[in-house]
């Protein structure tokens, strides 16, 4: 199914919101919008969803502290039982647990930053090398471009949607047909 | 935007004053000096006391005399035999010296006992024998329950505890006010504009600053006249006897402290003052005059924060650290400081949610509740992360000088030493972790009173085992003390609400703030 899609270009974060603000409540459905930095305050006009990365970085968090246990009671208390190190002899992995917190917020915090970020980039499907999504490479620099598909807005002509986008403040517009 | 203190909040602050004062009373005149037991074996005591001789120390050997007559036993309170005269006597003194080098500057205990445990009708040996291993509790442990419970001690003289407690609570609301005008220069210096309808709120926590400086003046001259034992570095006697503070006789004698509180509260009431004034003042310029007030407070916000990097580090030596005088800690400063901003934000925290509830700031949204919400769950961790770390380095290198200072707390004030670092830890990094619970009121309101109190008794921790040792004891006195200061200062914060509106209308940023979204 082939499917018109309207990309419409802004030099200015606050003019991009106002402009998605108005087609919100023209009822238009934005699918999307490109920028190079957040906009703080898109997410709700757009109806994007709340992300869920805090939710995985939680769980990448917990699964590091998890395996950082395992590892230096492993180490540390099983395999070399009772090593004199500074006095403080690994017999008992409870009686000297503050010398492992150090290696349990190290480890928990790396796996948390880890997953969360790559996380994101499959999420994004912006792994090294991928291809790059946004419509124009601009949106990386200094253009903000708003992305309104046909298919979902199934209210309005191609011509209704092109004229209430050209009301809003925009530099370029621009059509393409997707597959 | 204007705010005046209802009659309600009048009625309910004043009435937490008044209660607390009135348990302050009952709780001051029920105050009592406890002696301390150690069991040496089922049938022997050894028992000091630290404190000042209030009553004959002879009636408090009467009284405990009695109460083991009663349980079939008599007391030989070491003074008396042939034998054991000598082997206790010297006993008792190795071990008061070794407490009072390791465990306080002070020399050595008021007064110490040797008591022996005898049976007061002639038994047997057998019967003796099987007294000594039979029975649920030696003798020695039923001596030794009554002195650590206090059923027999001797009647405060010099109201150590009430001393330490009057510190202990001019300190946390005298930080309480000093991070609210952290933060106000902070966020002057930094140029935010999100805060910018919560500055007001600011303003009126740090005017209570005077409350507690007020408090800790009266301890410091009180402790320099020689009326209360917190501080051991001021007493001449102790220093002449003990080396380690000898040492740092140049840092911390009378004129040299008076110097730096001074200072310090100099400084800090100037800023106050100074930000207080110039803000209520920028409400009637025009815009051009207000946009240079703003940028002339932006510099002395800078200006500020260079005071107060190095006065909040010398100010918890000063009169925190150093009652514990021989012992040192390059983190106390900013374990101090991190606590003093945490409990801050706590207080703008439930400010804000009161002053939104009474409808009373229609500019703060969800977003500014929000960032502050960030700030406490963010604070706690710092709080935490410094406590952690000195607590680990010391634990972990166990120099005696060093680790002392957490052998008394360990041993002490167990309980609320540990329960107070699990709650002010677990409970943020639980309850406020998620984006929600920091803009939900139920939560932000119960978490930010668990943890208020529980830095309270942070700063308990912090005094109480340097000035009270062992002796020391939760109760009404405590608690009525901490209400008369938490409604004085409530009451004073909501007063000083009401001097100016609570939106600086000439602030640069204020459309910044107005449209704040997180």
């Not at chain 2, 019967?127 to 029975?135: E, Q, R, T």
Request: with cysteine; aromatic share 16%; glycine share 8%.
């Amino acid at each position: 199914m082939t499917d018109k899609v309207i990309y419409a270009m802004y030099d200015d974060d606050d003019v991009t919101k106002e402009a998605c603000q108005s087609l919100v409540d023209n009822g238009v459905h934005v699918a999307d919008v490109f920028s190079p930095f957040p906009i703080h305050g898109i997410d709700p006009i757009i109806g994007i969803k709340h992300t869920r990365l805090g939710i995985a970085a939680f769980m990448y968090g917990i699964t590091g502290l998890l395996l950082a246990i395992i590892a230096t009671r492993y180490f540390m208390v099983s395999d070399w039982h009772g090593i004199n190190i500074g006095g403080k002899p690994n017999f008992s992995y409870l009686e000297n647990i503050p010398s492992f917190v150090p290696i349990l917020f190290e480890f928990t915090v790396l796996c948390a930053a880890h997953g969360m970020a790559l996380t994101y980039f499959l999420r994004n499907k912006t792994l090294p090398g991928m291809p790059a999504r946004n419509p124009d490479p601009r949106t990386t620099d200094d253009r903000f471009v708003v992305e309104v598909r046909l298919a979902e807005n199934s209210n309005f002509s191609l011509d209704q949607l092109n004229d209430m986008i050209k009301e809003t403040g925009i530099v370029e517009i621009d059509e393409k047909t997707i597959k | 935007m204007e705010f005046q203190i209802s009659n309600k909040a009048k009625k309910v602050t004043l009435g937490l004053m008044g209660v607390g004062l009135l348990l302050l009373i009952v709780g001051f005149f029920f105050q009592k000096e406890y002696l301390f037991p150690t069991v040496l074996s089922d049938h022997e005591v050894y028992v000091e006391y630290w404190g000042e001789q209030g009553e004959k120390e002879s009636d408090v050997k009467a009284e405990a005399q009695e109460a083991m007559a009663a349980l079939g036993y008599q007391l030989d309170f070491g003074d008396e035999g042939e034998e054991h005269q000598n082997h206790g006597h010297d006993a008792a003194e190795e071990h008061g010296e070794e407490h009072s080098e390791e465990a306080h500057a002070h020399q050595s205990p008021t007064f110490d006992w040797h008591i022996h445990i005898k049976h007061l009708e002639a038994e047997g040996h057998d019967a003796h024998a099987a007294h000594g291993h039979g029975h649920d509790s030696a003798p020695s442990e039923s001596l030794a329950a009554m002195f650590t419970n206090g059923d027999i001690s001797m009647s405060d003289s010099h109201f150590r505890r009430f001393w330490s407690n009057l510190l202990v609570n001019g300190f946390f609301f005298f930080g309480i006010a000093l991070g609210a005008l952290f933060y106000l220069a902070l966020h002057y210096a930094t140029e935010s504009g999100w805060g910018v309808v919560l500055l007001r709120i600011m303003e009126a926590i740090m005017s209570a600053l005077p409350l507690g400086m007020i408090i800790l003046v009266v301890v410091f001259i009180a402790a320099t006249l020689g009326l209360n034992h917190i501080y051991p570095w001021m007493d001449s006697d102790v220093v002449a006897h003990d080396d380690l503070i000898w040492g740092k006789v140049a840092y911390l004698n009378k004129p040299f402290f008076w110097i730096r509180i001074i200072c310090y509260f100099g400084v800090f009431a100037y800023f106050m003052n100074w930000f207080r004034k110039t803000s209520r003042n920028q409400d009637s310029e025009d815009v051009e005059k207000a946009t240079a007030s703003h940028f002339l407070m932006y510099r002395r916000g800078a200006l500020f924060l260079v005071f107060f990097a190095v006065f909040s580090s010398t100010m918890s030596w000063d009169i925190i650290m150093s009652i514990d005088t021989h012992w040192f800690s390059t983190l106390f400063g900013w374990y101090t400081f991190s606590g003093i901003w945490l409990s801050a934000m706590i207080m703008i925290m439930m400010v804000t949610l009161y002053l939104k509830h009474k409808g009373n700031l229609e500019f703060v949204n969800s977003s500014h509740i929000h960032d502050v919400g960030k700030w406490m769950f963010a604070l706690s961790f710092l709080w935490s992360y410094l406590w952690f770390s000195q607590f680990m380095l010391i634990w972990y290198s166990n120099i005696p000088e060093e680790v002392i200072y957490f052998v008394t707390r360990i041993e002490s004030y167990k309980f609320i030493f540990f329960a107070m670092f699990v709650v002010n830890f677990v409970l943020p990094m639980i309850f406020l972790m998620s984006a929600d619970t920091k803009k939900s009121w139920p939560y932000l309101i119960f978490i930010g009173l668990v943890i208020f109190i529980g830095h309270w008794f942070d700063v308990f921790c912090m005094v109480m085992p340097g000035t009270l040792f062992e002796e020391w004891n939760f109760g009404l006195l405590e608690i009525g003390m901490f209400m008369t200061f938490l409604g004085t200062f409530v009451f004073l914060v909501l007063k000083a609400l009401g001097k100016s509106s609570l939106v600086q209308n000439n602030h640069p940023f204020l459309e910044e703030s107005k449209h704040h979204h997180g």
